[in-house]
């Protein structure tokens, strides 16, 4: 079941750090839980709340979860990226509850001995997170009748307006 969360909830292994939290991300802190000496490359992105949708104005964006089975999942993407791609450490952090605009709702942070892998293993853990972890969002708009609309947190998803959910 969906549910907010009050603290931070984590899953390690070797090397591999996934959470969820209703804080603001720390970059800083997430960078440096991937960076080794036997590391060449050290690759960031950061999802952030942009401020329009499809042409609406947005307000914020408020994120739900499985928090449990999420990060169950979230920890699966990461050890196969790490092996797939000969990484040396990788971290997804998901920011839950209401996102401002402007600040970021994921980060992700890898590292590996050369560019190449890092660069692709940041890049298709996002896409394997966004397809398959069990994190849904509300863009909620300025203004207007429309309000909000719940998706899964997917790109080219249309979502339910947020008034119809009963």
């Known amino acids: 079941m969906a549910s907010q969360l009050v603290e931070p909830q984590r899953k390690t292994a070797e090397r591999i750090t996934v959470s969820l939290t209703p804080f603001q ?9 991937v960076k080794s000496p036997k590391a060449g490359a050290v690759v960031l992105f ?3 709340t942009r401020d329009n949708c499809d042409g ?5 964006l408020e994120y739900e979860s499985y928090a449990e089975l999420a990060l169950k999942t979230m920890l699966s993407i990461a050890h196969v ?3 797939k791609h000969a990484l040396t450490a990788i971290a ?4 839950l509850g209401e996102v401002p605009i ?6 992700i942070a890898v590292s590996a001995p050369h560019r190449h892998d890092a660069w692709k293993a940041g890049q298709e853990t ?5 397809e398959k972890v069990e994190i849904w969002k509300r863009e909620q708009f300025a203004g207007g009748p429309d309000g909000g609309v719940w998706r899964a947190n997917r790109d080219e998803t249309s979502g339910t307006p947020a008034n119809n959910i009963g």
């Not at 720390?26 to 839980?33: H, M």
């Not at 402007?102 to 980060?107: A, M, W």
């Open 25 to 33: 991300l720390d970059v800083s802190s997430v960078l440096d839980s």
């Open 46 to 48: 950061a999802g952030t």
């Open 102 to 107: 402007g600040d970021e709702s994921i980060l």
């Open 92 to 95: 997804v952090v998901h920011r």
């Open 56 to 60: 609406k104005p947005v307000e914020r």
């Open 81 to 83: 990226m790490k092996e």
């Open 126 to 130: 996002l896409e394997k997170c966004k």
